[in-house]
């Protein structure tokens, strides 16, 4: 008898994720070490707090990569409870803003934790799941789009409330992505997009700085010191960048002018010290962490990890698509960073605990 062929996981994806982590350690260095030696006495806390993340995170995604995907099923449960349950807490007295005026966090002593970061991954899971059930007929939306739908759209308000705008779309985008790839007909599809858009635009106008936010977008100058500073400091960053930077660590806008340099505008410091060049090879690597995504999810043995694959690529290429598109002015400021690259501890971890499942899918592909 032949052996059988061992499968081996996704290189190309392993390999393209190393280099965004690495890339995402010297520029959170570059972009941090004035403000945190200044604020914090030591130059090298961001980058200590992001390494340790880092690590713990790679734990978690060779341990999962290890561990058989379909085995999720038996815990997408417990994982859209528990979620519930930690989104509950941030309105306890567990919850905490960390000083920017959104109760995103849970204080937990040791660390803070983001519950919507597992949110987000939690309803991925569900979602591949229930949609690939024998059972449920795509027909029937009672049965089959209504439960998961209503579902994300409590987590969403919840995560909304916050307020953390950004992290709620993420949630429903993968959610209703999985829906429509399961084979959702275009009826419904259209008549569930005309009657969430009203529900939108309430969510936008009952917060009035969520209106300005969107009004400072398509013209930050109307108000340059107030909600168009972000956008327009940002934009001042990547400018002087030009074809190759102003070099590695000597960033201006950095200086306290860039609202979050070694978080939610970290790219604006690669433009602007790693230039057009920089800033280039940075959208390629995450291109083909995409693109691997994809050909994973293609080439999945069955409906659960087809899905579930897909769910995961949506998930982190929407926050490669709203970060990138909020620091060069193309879409409203939210509070969404860049994936392996921003300092944020819930964020890198639980994106290499989402890599650490496609990487399992990928060792049971069709080659």
């Known amino acids: 008898m032949k052996k059988a062929p061992r499968r081996e996981p996704d290189y190309a994806l392993i390999l ?13 260095f570059s972009a941090s070490y004035v403000i945190a030696e200044e604020g914090r006495g030591n130059p090298y806390h961001f980058l200590q707090r992001q390494a340790l993340w880092i690590a ?30 930690l989104l509950g807490l941030l309105f306890t007295g567990l919850g905490t803003d960390l000083g920017t005026e959104a109760r995103r966090w849970l204080d937990l002593g040791v660390f803070t934790f983001q519950p919507a970061e597992f949110c987000k991954l939690s309803f991925v899971i569900f979602t591949a799941v229930f949609m690939s059930s024998r059972s449920i007929k795509m027909e029937d939306f009672w049965s ?32 209703v992505v999985i829906i429509l790839l399961a084979g959702l007909p275009f009826k419904q599809a259209a008549a569930l997009a005309l009657l969430s858009l009203p529900a939108l635009a309430a969510i936008v106008i009952k917060k009035p700085y969520r209106l300005k936010r969107l009004l400072s977008f398509a013209d930050p100058w109307a108000d340059p010191s107030g909600d168009g500073y972000h956008i327009i400091q940002s934009l001042y960053a990547l ?26 505008f970290i790219f604006a410091v690669i433009g602007e010290e790693l230039g057009f060049v920089g800033a280039t090879a940075v959208l390629l ?49 939210t509070g969404i960073n860049l994936p392996f690259i921003s300092a944020g501890g819930s964020s890198v971890f639980f994106n290499l605990f989402s890599l650490g499942i496609l990487l399992n899918i990928s060792r049971h592909c069709h080659r």
């Open 16 to 28: 393209v994720t190393f280099l965004l982590l690495g890339i995402g350690l010297i520029m959170v």
């Open 56 to 85: 713990l995170g790679l734990i978690a995604m060779y341990l999962l990569s290890r561990i058989n995907y379909r085995s999720l099923r038996r815990l997408s449960l417990v994982f859209l409870l528990f979620s519930f349950i």
């Open 144 to 175: 089959s789009s209504f439960v998961p739908l209503i579902l994300a759209g409590i987590a969403f308000l919840l995560v909304v409330i916050q307020p953390d705008f950004g992290s709620a779309l993420i949630l429903l985008g993968g959610t």
């Open 239 to 264: 400018g002087p960048g030009h074809l190759f930077g102003v070099g590695l660590g000597r960033s201006r806008q950095k200086l306290y002018y860039l609202p979050f340099p070694h978080n939610d």
């Open 285 to 333: 690597l995450f291109f083909v962490l995409v693109w691997r995504g994809i050909k994973i999810a293609l080439t999945a043995p069955d409906t659960f990890g087809s899905l579930l694959a897909a769910g995961i690529t949506t998930m982190l290429a929407l926050q490669v698509l709203i970060n990138i598109g909020m620091v060069t002015g193309s879409l409203p400021v």
